[in-house]
């Protein structure tokens, strides 16, 4: 890496505007958005440097071949505090088991976080390659091996330059995001207490390499799940009048749920409830005594996820006693927390737009629509302004991707650099815009 602090270049420019004005930075927005545009383009050519893109790809490649799943990433986890160590960079472990919180900086205010999930699915790999899955059964089918990957890329970037920050970056690297809500229990433990902002991204197989989605606002649904038994009177399959059939109250129950379902043409309306689990019955001519089912149900605001809880367990329970069952409706709200809606703060946003025009020009930053699926990021962007954003990897020239959580799916690693860039730069201009203990800016 080049001896040239160019960070420190661009502040003690914006330092010396600065000191002739009572307000920092918004003396010459036009010198100052110079200075921080240099940031991202130089941040991109570090992270495309053969030296870190070779880092981050043998980084990525040891997490494929040893996925972990959630709050079982301690081979993940070990890997990462030995990355922080060699950098000299100072954490906390564990948080949520197996979570590990960097720290790169003044060690004072203003914090911005930064966030990568660790966790695999289960599921067997079916790409055969070099560096296909060693773990029997789990998949890193959702990317987050490159995820870790390009913040440790980003923290080499940020700890090259840790004297030129204007306060604190912190790396979460966080456990079980697929269905675990990791990030709830991160966010419990206290990680982002005095934190102003946090941004974290996923890899997407709908935009190419060198393109970013993003969206203001609501950006994902929120979630539950539910569980019912349906209790009834098994017997003999030839005499059903004697018995009180669960299954036949069960189906009828899937069918009324079905009429929850509502898309709308306004898609932020929409709501979705799936029956995923039907267990009841082990014999060709038994009625049981009982059936559970199972699901989720999602919609874009809290009071819609409220009120599709309380029509679920109406629907249950009343459905279940028409066929003269009983019912009880459980949202295993203990081990499975709902989901918030995720929303992307609006200033962060307008940052976002920034830096990565900056970085990728304005054409390739690219809409993204609301989606039913989920991302525990939510917790976080609840909790603090937030802004989560889609990493495109697709190479025109070799098609289409698979789609995340297929035993197909593949990441192009020529999208880290653009990751660990944008994670670096994104954080480094929060800090050098948001120094100043005065109000600045009143476009941020
Ligand atoms: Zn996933
Ligand atoms: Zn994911």
């Known amino acids: 890496m080049s001896s040239i602090s160019w960070v420190s270049v661009i502040l003690n420019l914006l330092i010396l505007l600065s000191s002739s004005s009572q307000t920092t930075l918004s003396i010459d927005p036009s010198l100052s958005n110079q200075g921080l545009a240099d940031i991202p383009s130089k941040f991109l050519n570090l992270a495309k440097s053969p030296e870190l893109f070779d880092y981050m790809v043998k980084i990525r490649r040891t997490l494929h071949e040893n996925p972990e799943l959630g709050f079982e990433e301690f081979e993940t986890s070990k890997l990462i505090r030995n990355e922080l160590d060699k950098m000299g960079i100072q954490y906390k472990y564990p948080i949520a ?11 004072n205010p203003p914090f911005v976080a930064l966030r990568a999930d660790m966790d695999a ?6 790409v055969e390659w070099e560096h296909k899955s060693k773990n029997s059964g789990k998949m890193h089918a959702c990317g987050h091996d490159a995820h870790v990957a390009m913040l440790l890329g980003a923290a080499k970037m940020l700890q090259e330059h840790r004297s030129d920050l204007k306060g604190t970056v912190i790396l979460v690297f966080q456990p079980a995001e697929e269905g675990g809500g990791g990030a709830k229990k991160m966010l419990d433990a206290g990680i982002l207490e005095n934190v102003n902002a946090i941004f974290g991204l996923h890899l997407a197989t709908r935009y190419s390499v060198g393109d970013v989605g993003v969206r203001s606002g609501l950006l994902m649904a929120g979630s539950g799940f539910f569980e019912a038994q349906i209790k009834g009177k098994g017997g003999h399959a030839a005499i059903p009048q004697h018995t009180i059939d669960p299954i036949l109250a069960a189906s009828n129950i899937i069918v009324s749920l079905q009429q929850l379902v509502s898309r709308e043409a ?7 409830v799936t029956v995923a689990k039907f267990q009841g019955g082990h014999a060709f001519n038994v009625i049981p005594d009982s059936v559970i089912i199972g ?9 819609g996820l409220v009120q599709l809880k309380h029509r679920i367990e109406e629907v249950v329970t009343l459905q279940a006693a028409v066929q003269r069952c009983n019912a ?11 989901y918030p809606v995720t929303i992307n703060d609006k200033n962060l946003h307008k940052h976002f737009l920034k830096v990565a025009g900056h970085m990728l020009g304005d054409e390739n930053i690219k809409p993204a629509e609301a989606v039913m699926g989920t991302e525990d990021f939510s917790f976080f962007a609840n909790a603090i302004p937030g802004y989560y954003y889609y990493l495109g990897m697709v190479k025109e020239t070799e098609g289409q991707l698979v789609a995340g959580h297929s035993p197909y799916y593949k990441v192009n690693e020529d999208a880290l650099p653009y990751g660990a860039a944008l994670h670096a730069s994104l954080a480094s201009t929060y800090l ?3 120094h100043s203990p005065l109000p600045i800016h009143d476009e941020l």
């Open 121 to 126: 699915l289960a599921m067997q790999e079916a």
């Open 266 to 272: 306004d898609p932020l309306d929409s709501q979705v």
């Open 295 to 303: 699901g989720t149900f999602r919609a874009f605001s809290t009071e």
């Open 97 to 107: 088991t197996t979570g590990v919180v960097g720290y790169i900086g003044t060690g």
């Open 328 to 338: 009880t409706v459980s949202f295993l709200e203990d081990e499975k927390p709902f």
């Open 432 to 434: 050098l815009e948001y």
